[in-house]
């Protein structure tokens, strides 16, 4: 039987909905608190630089009720110097490093751990001395996997939004080539020694192919469940969610 994957529910979009309105209203806490209730192995959240979803104050909420759950924070940071100190306070489970643009509506492509090799390389050995585990947000590329890995990441997070994209609209060729570049790339990283996680625009239509990787541990799945819980509710989203990833992996008991 293959081994179960994780699945960590990022929050963001709780937070986008609530400062569309202002004040405090959905609370992206509750909202986590539920998520695992639910099925969820774990909470992500991405502070932005610019705070467009998450906040300062949403962090330090999570990162306190998490702890006392002894439930797992993956926060996702850009690499800047202002992150690092918030990561080093709160020390969560895990950080992920991602690259981020202002303009950018969502998180665009994979961080360039080749050309910021020199600059990264510290960033992921404080916050390793620190405690946390560090996942480098990356495409499916050979070289960026590599560097990855002497970089000192404990993990690669492999972007699947290309493959997602290809998918959804129809472009067969070219989501089989993506899905390929993420089996191959997921050999790699685990041969390499590096814990292999996958992310980014994953829905229900895409998920199986993805789970069904044997190296892949984790996935992280945000925007869409949001959106489908405005149907469904946040419960019944995630249960069918975890119900796939499992049926991918062959597992009993999966519905």
């Known amino acids: 039987m293959s081994e ?25 806490v509750r909202a986590a608190q539920d998520a695992l209730i639910a099925g969820a192995d774990g909470i992500t959240a991405h502070l932005r630089e610019d705070r467009r979803h998450i906040s300062d104050r949403d962090i330090d909420q999570l990162s306190a009720v998490l702890r006392d759950q002894e439930r797992p924070l993956n926060l996702e940071m850009a690499v800047t110097q202002e992150m690092l100190a918030i990561a080093l306070h709160h020390r969560p489970h895990a950080v992920c490093l991602v690259p ?13 751990v080749v050309g910021g090799h020199n600059w990264i390389t510290p960033f992921v050995r404080q916050l390793t001395e620190a405690g946390s585990r560090v996942s480098l947000f990356i495409g499916a590329d050979p070289k960026q996997i590599e560097a990855s890995h002497r970089a000192g990441a404990a ?57 069904a990787i044997p190296e892949i541990m984790e996935l992280n799945i945000g925007h ?32």
Not at 100 to 112: A, Q, S, V
């Open 4 to 28: 179960r994957v994780r699945l960590g529910v990022n929050i963001d979009h709780v937070a986008t909905v609530r400062n569309a309105r202002g004040g405090l209203y959905p609370d992206p």
């Open 100 to 112: 981020e643009k202002r303009e950018e509506r969502t998180t665009e492509g994979g961080l360039d």
């Open 155 to 211: 993990v690669v997070e492999l972007h699947t939004g290309a493959y997602c994209d290809a998918v959804r609209e129809g472009r067969t060729e070219e989501a089989e080539a993506e899905l390929a570049a993420l089996r191959a790339g997921a050999v790699q990283a685990h041969a390499l020694g590096l814990e292999v996680h996958a992310g980014h625009g994953i829905d229900y239509d895409t998920v199986t192919p993805v789970a």
């Open 224 to 255: 869409f469940l949001i959106g489908e819980a405005i149907f469904v509710g946040l419960g019944p989203a995630i249960a069918r969610m975890r119900d796939l990833m499992d049926q991918a992996r062959g597992l009993d008991g999966a519905a």
